[in-house]
């Protein structure tokens, strides 16, 4: 099974382990007006591994996701490689042309609940990987030009 899905980081997801609490209280941070800029991450996995990884400085749109797809199949010539005969794919938007292009190699569509860990392996992915996305965002996209003014605080 071939698992795709996205995903989105700013600041304040690099902020969200140091906010602090009195003992029964809510834990809160008074940076929440302050965003920062927008990643859109795309990752897709399969049993092997990572198959493809994709970080953009905007939202990804239907075409943007279509490109994505095509793309990635385009690598896999013969879905057997990958010891599978479906994909279970957990997407944003339902589309026609996906479908039939899936269809015409050979390939299941499935679509999932919008968060369902059991399962989607890629949301426990998702989860492991929170915390190194200012990694991941460096690697591909290069250093920010400002920091985040929450980082400032």
Known sequence: LVFADKTHFNCITLCRPYTWAPHGGYAHRRDFLVRGKRYSILLV?????????????????????????????????????????GRAVSIFCLNLFLTDMLCTRGMHLLYLLSYSPDLNPIEEAFLQSRPSCGIIVTTYLGKPKAPCATHML
């Not at 493809?52 to 075409?63: K, Q």
């Not at 095509?70 to 490689?81: A, F, R, S, V």
């Open 45 to 85: 996995i399969a049993l092997d591994g990572v198959i493809h990884l994709e970080v953009l400085d905007r939202p990804f749109t239907g075409d943007a996701f279509l490109e994505f797809i095509e793309g990635t199949l385009g690598q896999i010539q013969d879905p057997w490689n990958l010891r599978t005969c």
